[in-house]
């Protein structure tokens, strides 16, 4: 098995084409083996080059109203009557620490994303 640290954007490359041949390989064979490691190491180097933002609060929660098929009225529980439903919707309203709670809690939002600054505030 000859695999290398991937430190550059050609080693990455290189690793992505490795892993596309062993796509196939069997778990527990010397190539499931080399699969585990490159994916482990290609992980490792688009974490640290490629990181991914967390999405802006609102945006959070409409993704998951969408997802999960809820109203306006499904998130009184956890923000409010309605009107304040729609205010944080709309960039009206911040979240208080309270309704962060609610949402991680009830619709299983990240608290990371519920904290993070809205994209519209500077």
Do not use: C
């Not at 933002?53 to 098929?69: H, N, S, T």
């Not at 309203?93 to 309270?98: I, M, N, Q, V, Y």
Request: glycine share 4%; charged share 30%.
């Amino acid at each position: 098995m000859n695999i290398k640290p991937i430190k550059t954007e050609t080693d990455y490359r290189a690793a992505l084409k490795d892993v596309e041949t062993l796509m196939m390989a069997k778990p527990g064979s010397p190539e499931g083996d080399k699969l585990d490691i490159l994916v482990t190491l290609i992980e490792a180097y688009e974490a640290k080059h490629f990181p991914l933002d967390l999405p802006d609060p609102v945006e959070a929660i409409k993704f998951e109203m969408e997802r999960q098929g809820l109203t306006i009225k499904d998130l009184e529980p956890m923000i409010g009557k309605s009107n304040r439903v729609y205010e944080i919707l709309n960039h009206k309203r911040t979240l208080t620490l309270k309704m962060i709670w609610k949402l991680h809690e009830g619709l299983g939002i990240p608290a990371e994303s519920l904290i993070k600054r809205p994209h519209t505030q500077a």
